[in-house]
């Protein structure tokens, strides 16, 4: 399915920097006004997690052999959701690359540049859509993520909101992020002579940089939402940007994804 995989990924980019320069159009909220970009993009990333994170959910429920058989067992649909995946996280380093200094959005393109590479292989082998569905639920924790980013950036912090998008952002990174990194993780070995020894080097790398900034950004999470419960007041003589990574409060503004999309 390489071919119509690879128009379903091209397809994609184009509906998502389409999106991008749509939101351009419909009007932000006064309290994020200083910083349009970043709200048009966790939009865009929050309809990504929407579609794909639920998706890859309701995919291994209906269709479990994709984990019972992560390299083989796979029905066609699950691999056009795979593609629709990558062409988000090119559209988003596009729009990264555009909006960004390299030095603000390295992090995220490295993650972006791991995913792209391990789904990737799913599209162009056809194998491995199993592996690449079970590495989609990260999406379910960039739900929450999004959300709790767009109320930060609407001055929506703290609230009661917020506390229930922060507790959720907690409690779905253990479960749905995690968890399948970890199950991913566990099956890469188990099952290490079955895959070629390069794409175990490929899926190895992308395991453990997902997990690594996944663990850092729970713990920025955590300190800031949970430790620290007093609200954060402005600094000082701050002024924001377009560019700038930090948010109305304060408090740096987490970038997903999450994929972050094995990505974040």
């Known amino acids: 399915m390489a071919p119509s995989g690879l128009l379903v ?5 184009a509906a998502f920097r389409g999106m991008h ?22 939009c865009v990333s929050l309809v990504h997690s929407l579609l794909t994170g639920p ?7 209906l269709y479990p052999q994709m984990a019972a058989d992560p390299i083989h067992g796979h029905p066609p649909w699950a691999l056009v959701l795979v593609a629709i995946s990558v062409g988000y996280f090119l559209a988003d380093g596009a729009d990264m690359l555009w909006n960004q200094s390299l030095g603000q959005a390295w992090e995220v393109l490295c993650h972006h540049l791991m995913v792209v590479s391990c789904l990737s292989t799913a599209i162009l ?3 491995y ?3 690449s569905m079970v590495s989609l639920l990260l999406e379910l924790n960039s739900v ?6 767009l109320l930060l950036l609407s001055r929506q912090a703290p609230s009661l909101a917020f506390s229930v998008a922060s507790w959720s952002t907690l409690a779905t990174l253990a479960l749905f992020r995690l968890v399948p990194l970890g199950w991913l993780s566990l099956w ?17 790398t992308g ?11 729970g713990v920025r999470i955590l300190v800031s939402d949970v430790l620290r419960s007093q609200p954060h007041s402005p600094i000082p003589g701050h002024k924001e940007t377009r560019n700038t990574r930090t948010c109305c409060d304060g408090e740096p503004v987490l970038r997903d994804d999450p994929t972050l999309s094995l990505k974040d």
């Open 188 to 204: 890469l070995i188990r099952q290490h002579h079955q895959v070629p020894p390069a794409l175990v080097v490929l899926g190895g």
């Open 144 to 149: 929450c993520l999004n959300l709790r980013k």
């Open 207 to 217: 395991l453990v940089t997902v997990g690594t900034l996944s663990v850092i950004q």
């Open 129 to 131: 859509v199993g592996f």
């Open 21 to 42: 320069w749509g939101l351009q159009l419909l009007p932000t909220p006064r309290s994020a006004a200083q910083d349009r970009w970043k709200w048009r993009n966790i």
């Open 125 to 127: 082998s056809s194998h």
């Open 9 to 13: 990924t091209g397809a994609s980019f």
């Open 55 to 61: 998706g890859a959910l309701l995919g291994l429920l």
